[in-house]
């Protein structure tokens, strides 16, 4: 079946349908990454955006039950240039005895998709011009009809994405039992319980906190500091998530008064989140960085790190106050913020994603500095 994507700049591509036999638009941007598109596809922070995967062959692999990232498919519609009908993977989950492929996988989760066009001319757009927001349809449109439909959607800035994914209320998080990934009685000898707000949270950022030996609570993005502290956690976690940070008042002003009263760690958006609760602003990039071929410079060390990250939105260095906040990595494709401590409370954050899935694991130590910080704030309270 015949499927077109317009940009809101009036450029168009047309192509073949998969998956949902459905309309939709949204912010069209584009990931690097060669593997890991089912990460990718249940990524909360990929709500309200149009994913256009750089690599040209996707689907490889198939669909199985232990690399969803949440409880859905989040992304608008999946953009691919070959979509592979027959997949192959000893982990694929098979039904009738095949494994199950891509485009049943996102029929199943009522999300379109379109192939065979030429992505590196829309990847080179995005690039040269800035993301777009864009409308894939396989219906009996006019070009003109559909480029008119991409320039009525809404600025990504405009809809609080982080309400849309966030958990609806507060739970003691555990990995579910069917899961290959799944660790019996973790909880029974849990050193410290970490207070995780959940902007969007993956579910490996859990697994890593988990893996830690914490005791993980969940709480909903809305959550209040009152709230969070009443449930007496030795650390706070400020996951990942959707959309644009400066309309999210509520949850930095939560996180002002979280501020020196427990270790705080952030990623991506909670590192945005925490910059601006700093006295920082954020600003829209060009384009964003979504890959998991990043190259981040360690400051401290001079160590470079290859990361995975997934993000359009970056903290001003200028806004923040020197004699507060150090900047402890950069992105060395643009020199952007990539993580920052603040100098004097036990409180840090990266842009990246230190948890992978998919991507490298150059990053993983962050987990255990966080694990000592709130450690160590533990050992003080009790002999305060």
Same mark, same amino acid.
């Given at each position: $079946?015949?499927?077109?994507?317009?940009?809101?700049?009036?450029?168009?591509?047309?192509? !073949?349908?998969?998956?949902?036999?459905?309309?939709?638009?949204?912010?069209? &941007? /584009?990931?690097?990454?060669?593997?890991?598109?089912?990460?990718?596809?249940?990524?909360?922070?990929?709500?309200?955006? $149009?994913? &256009?995967?750089?690599?040209? !062959? +996707?689907? @490889?692999?198939?669909? @199985?039950?232990?690399?969803v990232?949440?409880?859905?498919?989040?992304?608008?519609?999946?953009?691919?240039? @070959?979509? &592979?009908?027959y997949?192959?993977?000893?982990?694929?989950?098979?039904?009738?005895s095949?494994?199950?492929?891509?485009?049943?996988?996102? +029929?199943q989760?009522?999300? *379109?998709?379109?192939?065979?066009?030429?992505?590196?001319?829309? =990847?080179?757009?995005?690039?040269?011009?800035?993301?777009?927001?864009?409308?894939?349809?396989?219906?009996?449109?006019?070009?003109?009809?559909?480029?008119?439909?991409?320039?009525?959607?809404?600025?990504?800035?405009?809809?609080?994405?982080?309400k849309?994914?966030? &958990?609806?209320?507060t739970?003691?998080?555990?990995?579910?039992?069917?899961?290959?990934?799944?660790?019996?009685?973790?909880?029974?000898?849990?050193?410290?319980?970490?207070?995780?707000?959940?902007?969007? =949270?993956?579910?490996?950022?859990?697994?890593?906190?988990?893996?830690?030996?914490?005791?993980?609570?969940? /709480?909903?993005?809305?959550?209040?500091?009152? !709230?969070?502290?009443?449930?007496? *956690?030795?650390?706070?976690?400020?996951?990942?998530? *959707?959309?644009?940070?400066?309309?999210?008042?509520?949850? =930095?002003?939560?996180?002002?008064?979280? $501020?020196?009263?427990?270790?705080?760690?952030?990623?991506?958006?909670?590192?945005?989140?925490?910059? %601006?609760?700093?006295?920082?602003?954020?600003?829209?990039?060009?384009?964003?960085?979504?890959?998991? @071929?990043? #190259?981040?410079?360690?400051? %401290?060390?001079?160590? =470079?790190?290859i990361?995975?990250q997934?993000?359009?939105?970056?903290?001003?260095?200028?806004?923040?106050?020197?004699?507060?906040?150090?900047?402890?990595?950069i992105?060395?494709?643009?020199?952007?913020?990539?993580?920052?401590?603040?100098?004097?409370?036990?409180? /840090?954050?990266?842009?990246?994603?230190?948890?992978?899935? #998919?991507? #490298?694991?150059?990053?993983?130590?962050?987990?255990?500095?966080?694990?000592?910080?709130?450690?160590?704030?533990?050992?003080?309270?009790?002999?305060?």
């Amino acid at each position: $079946m015949k499927a077109i994507l317009a940009l809101s700049d009036g450029n168009y591509f047309e192509g !073949e349908a998969f998956g949902a036999s459905q309309s939709q638009g949204g912010e069209v &941007c /584009f990931n690097t990454s060669m593997t890991g598109y089912q990460e990718i596809l249940t990524d909360p922070s990929y709500a309200g955006q $149009m994913v &256009c995967m750089t690599y040209p !062959e +996707i689907g @490889n692999y198939g669909i @199985n039950t232990e690399d969803v990232e949440s409880n859905r498919v989040q992304v608008s519609a999946l953009i691919v240039k @070959n979509l &592979c009908p027959y997949p192959s993977s000893w982990r694929g989950t098979k039904k009738d005895s095949k494994t199950i492929t891509l485009n049943e996988y996102l +029929i199943q989760s009522g999300v *379109p998709g379109i192939q065979g066009i030429d992505t590196r001319r829309l =990847v080179r757009i995005l690039r040269e011009t800035g993301v777009k927001n864009g409308y894939l349809t396989s219906g009996t449109y006019t070009i003109e009809d559909v480029i008119n439909k991409a320039k009525a959607q809404p600025s990504i800035s405009e809809t609080d994405f982080v309400k849309k994914v966030t &958990c609806d209320s507060t739970s003691n998080w555990e990995e579910s039992e069917n899961s290959l990934r799944f660790r019996a009685g973790e909880d029974k000898d849990a050193a410290f319980t970490i207070a995780a707000l959940d902007f969007g =949270v993956k579910h490996n950022i859990l697994r890593k906190l988990k893996s830690q030996g914490a005791k993980v609570l969940r /709480f909903p993005a809305t959550a209040s500091a009152e !709230e969070i502290l009443a449930a007496e *956690p030795d650390g706070i976690f400020l996951s990942n998530g *959707p959309g644009d940070p400066e309309i999210l008042d509520y949850a =930095v002003n939560t996180v002002k008064k979280l $501020m020196g009263k427990k270790p705080i760690f952030g990623i991506c958006l909670g590192h945005q989140i925490l910059g %601006r609760a700093l006295g920082g602003r954020t600003y829209k990039l060009k384009f964003g960085h979504r890959g998991a @071929n990043h #190259p981040v410079k360690d400051l %401290r060390s001079g160590k =470079v790190e290859i990361t995975s990250q997934n993000h359009g939105f970056a903290l001003d260095a200028q806004s923040l106050n020197p004699q507060d906040v150090e900047i402890t990595h950069i992105n060395l494709n643009d020199n952007t913020v990539s993580g920052l401590r603040h100098r004097s409370l036990p409180i /840090f954050s990266v842009q990246y994603h230190p948890e992978a899935s #998919p991507g #490298p694991r150059d990053a993983h130590y962050l987990f255990e500095e966080f694990t000592e910080s709130v450690l160590a704030a533990k050992k003080a309270g009790q002999h305060a």
